[in-house]
């Protein structure tokens, strides 16, 4: 029976790894019951993977506004301290008491900052935007997109050229940047740990054989998600990449990498419904496009995605075809390309040729490329294995497994109660 | 239990699934039919393309389906469907051991078959030619020592009649042997097609069937055409080629020295006669191609990409056999130690002897098998 007064105030604190969606979640849920929590995310804004998101499945709404409700709850929480821009290094200890070390890399711009936008006129330097997957550029100081938390604009250390430019320094009204800035390492001491580290798109360029990075007009089903989205490189106009030209073909290729011991040996649950969803992006811009979306099999599981699926599957310029697409090929005249595969349900080889090729491309946890030194299982796959019996690290969202939002939010509750009753000795 | 599905229900044949499983195709239950092996294969024709159907028959157990299907014949066995295959289900293999099933439906003297096809048989399958032998030697009354004298020759054991009172029969019974099972697997590829309504009213005369027909495959064989589009697999074509080309030439030789011995002529021919010459340079290729071979598959086998299946690694075991006893027979002729070069050369004629009779029902077989499934193809114009 913790009452909040009587609870030591370190050893009380949760430590959540990761601000995307199942981060913020875990955080705000144990912190407005009364815990505190620290929240440490890589990147320079929070929000994740789904800010990057044209639109939420099934409901089509854009994630910007869970979003935002979720920004101005942790603004309205003092028990959340959160850290941008920083990596946890280590995590050691037992359940009720963990050391934890971070490290912080600098963002070169302080709190004064307004993002006002002065300095990104000034600047001089271009950089490939990660955040639209090379899609577009941006300065050297930018920000993140339109609606990034905390609402500050950030320097790519790798590619400014610090004392020897100093243009927006000059530029800046508020003094609000710090060439100077130094990464930190700083120790903490919580009780429990969430691990929502999430998950990055699957490398498409290992898939060799469906020519992601040699043909121009194929791209990734995140990539799509930019193409489609407001705040994205081409506004929100779907183009093909190679030519901008509008797109009245489109062909779909579930389970890139999926299902395949080649790559990722488990299906990532969400590439179905996340390619359904797109069809109604270009269904919505170009009333004549066709859509062609080839598949191992369809998973829209629960019935509000089954009743999604079913109503694209009305859509008479959408079809779907049951056959693995084994091959694309580029016309190196036009730039369009040719998706290749067996149509299982009539037994014919299909060469199928399209204006632009979207790669369902499956999520690979975090875990399976950078992994957090401690007292952390993960399994083959890179994904976290939480120790129920023993408590005191436990993981949600998609560092867990492959998950919707809707899911993610749901067992990052379930995360947090998780966290507390380790806190309380439960 | 035939399997029918064209009345909407399935039959499976389990027995045959369990065969199939056991004898190299263990993996076929992993697929799940996402169809990029129909895609990855480089020979499988755009309509109907193998082998995502030849998978689910398997898995269901159709056995009259995949045996009487010229397609399995098609699969040259490359592997880049295996290598690409999501699931590990190995469609290569498995489509190995479809051939491996159809060489034994098809055989003629089914018992001879069971052995040929049967690890725990093995014993058994070279008594039957060193009996054979042996009592040639007894009729001959050679058995107990046959003048060796100084100058080692063979023919002092076996001379040259003797051997083709031996092979000719041998080698007639073959032929008849796996043009029986030739002719069944025909008759039934032309009955599959005839259930689904597809059949050539208008035969051609004999002559145009060997001109239009047999004689552009043969050419396709000779030149391995098909084989060398086999994909990712430029090593299995040159061990191949070698082996082929190895054995044609040997096959000359032994009638070049058959019939003219009986000419008259002195044989062995010197080490530089083109018989001799040809006779070594195809024992070389043989080898060559089997060491190829034997690197490939153990290199194959360890990344998991093929299973060896007895079919497979007894054919090859016995046609290293013969390539090492013939060599080594022959050298140790020419240095003249005669203890060792007759035992050899027994030994060797004993592995000939079982490459030859076992030819329709191991897998050798392939070599009509796969012919014919060719000439069938371009018959019905599945190309």
């Known amino acids: ?426 | 239990m035939a399997a029918d599905v064209t009345k909407g229900t399935v039959q499976p044949d389990l027995d045959f699934i369990r065969m199939l499983k056991k004898s190299g195709g263990d993996t076929l239950k992993k697929c799940m039919q996402c169809a990029n092996c129909s895609v990855a294969c480089p020979l499988a024709p755009d309509s109907r393309p193998f082998p995502r159907k030849e998978m689910i028959w398997a898995q269901w157990g159709l056995k009259d389906k995949l045996i009487s299907n010229p397609d399995v014949w098609l699969c040259h066995q490359c592997n880049d469907c295996s290598v690409q295959c999501p699931r590990g289900a190995k469609p290569g293999d498995v489509l190995a051991a479809i051939r491996n099933m159809a060489i034994g439906e098809f055989a003629f003297m089914k018992p001879l078959a069971k052995i040929v096809r049967d690890k725990a048989k093995l014993p058994v399958l070279f008594a039957i030619p060193t009996v054979v032998l042996l009592l040639t030697l007894l009729v001959t009354g050679k058995l107990f020592g046959f003048g060796e004298g100084d100058e080692v020759a063979f023919s002092k054991m076996f001379s040259i009649p003797v051997i083709d009172v031996v092979f000719i029969p041998l080698f007639l019974l073959v032929v008849f042997a796996a043009g029986k099972g030739v002719m069944s697997f025909w008759g039934a590829l032309e009955t599959a097609d005839a259930k689904v309504g597809k059949k050539r009213y208008i035969k051609p005369s004999p002559f145009d069937f060997v001109k239009y027909y047999i004689l552009p495959v043969l050419g396709d064989i000779i030149t391995h055409t098909r084989f060398a589009k086999c994909g990712g697999n430029k090593s299995r074509y040159t061990a191949h080629l070698g082996i082929f080309f190895g054995f044609m030439g040997l096959f000359l030789v032994a009638n070049i020295d058959a019939v003219t011995h009986n000419l008259g002529f002195h044989t062995p021919y010197p080490m530089l006669s083109p018989p001799k010459f040809i006779g070594n340079l195809s024992a070389l290729a043989l080898g060559i191609g089997m060491l190829l071979v034997i690197f490939k598959r153990k290199k194959d086998e360890a990344e998991g990409t093929q299973v060896g299946s007895y079919a497979d690694w007894s054919l090859i075991w016995m046609i290293v056999a013969v390539t090492v006893t013939g060599i080594v027979s022959e050298v140790t002729r020419l240095i003249g130690i005669g203890f060792v070069a007759y035992p050899v050369y027994f030994a060797h004629l004993v592995f000939v002897f079982c490459l030859f009779l076992y030819l329709p029902y191991s897998k050798l077989a392939h070599m009509v098998y796969r012919t014919t499934a060719m000439v069938y193809a371009k018959y019905t114009g599945r190309e």
């Open chain 1, 1 to 426: 029976m913790a009452d909040e007064k009587s609870r030591p105030s370190v050893a009380g604190s949760i430590l959540v790894v990761g601000g995307g969606i199942s981060g913020l979640t875990t955080a705000l849920e144990a912190a407005e019951v009364g815990y505190d929590v620290y929240l440490v995310e890589k990147n320079p804004y929070l929000g994740g993977r789904v800010a990057q998101m044209n639109k939420y499945f099934p409901k089509l709404c854009p994630p910007s506004c869970g979003l935002e409700i979720n920004f101005k709850r942790i603004k309205n929480n003092r028990r959340i301290k959160f850290y941008t821009m920083s990596e946890v290094q280590s995590v050691s200890g037992t359940p009720g008491s963990y050391d934890v070390t971070i490290t912080q890399n600098p963002r070169y711009v302080t709190s004064n900052c307004t993002a006002c936008g002065d300095c990104v006129d000034a600047c001089p330097v271009e950089r490939e935007s990660g955040f639209d997957f090379g899609m577009a550029k941006t300065k050297a100081i930018y920000r993140p997109h339109e609606m990034s938390f905390p609402m500050k604009y950030v320097i790519d250390g790798d590619v400014c050229k610090k004392d020897t430019c100093v243009e927006c320094i000059k530029a800046c009204n508020y003094r609000a940047i710090d060439l100077k800035m130094q990464p930190k390492t700083f120790d903490l001491k919580v009780g429990s740990v969430v691990i929502a580290t999430g998950w990055e798109p699957y490398d498409a360029t290992k898939l060799d054989k469906l020519g992601y990075g040699q043909c121009d007009n194929v791209i990734t089903n995140m990539m799509m998600e930019r193409l489609a989205a407001p705040n994205g490189p081409t506004k929100g106009k779907i183009e093909r990449p190679s030519d901008n030209k509008e797109v009245s073909t489109v062909a779909f290729a579930q389970c890139a990498g999926s299902r395949d011991e080649n790559h990722l040996p488990y299906c990532s649950y969400i590439c179905c419904m996340a390619s359904l969803k797109q069809a109604t992006y270009i269904r919505e811009q170009y009333p004549d496009a066709k859509i062609y979306i080839y598949y191992i099999d369809m998973r829209a599981p629960g019935e509000r995605y089954e009743k999604f699926y079913k109503k694209i599957k009305d859509d008479k310029n959408v079809f779907f075809i049951k056959g693995k697409v084994a091959e694309i090929e580029e016309d190196p005249g036009t730039k369009d390309v040719t998706v290749m595969a067996e149509n299982a349900m009539t037994g014919e080889k299909l060469r199928q040729k399209v204006d632009m090729a979207v790669l369902a491309t499956g999520m690979q946890p975090t875990g399976a490329n950078t992994k957090i030194t401690g007292d952390i299982t993960y399994d083959e796959n890179g994904f976290v294995i939480a120790d129920l019996e023993k408590g005191g690290i436990f993981a949600s969202g998609c560092a867990r497994q492959p998950s919707d939002v809707m899911g993610c939010t749901k067992n990052a509750t379930g995360a947090a109660l998780k966290a507390i009753q380790t806190l309380v000795r439960r």
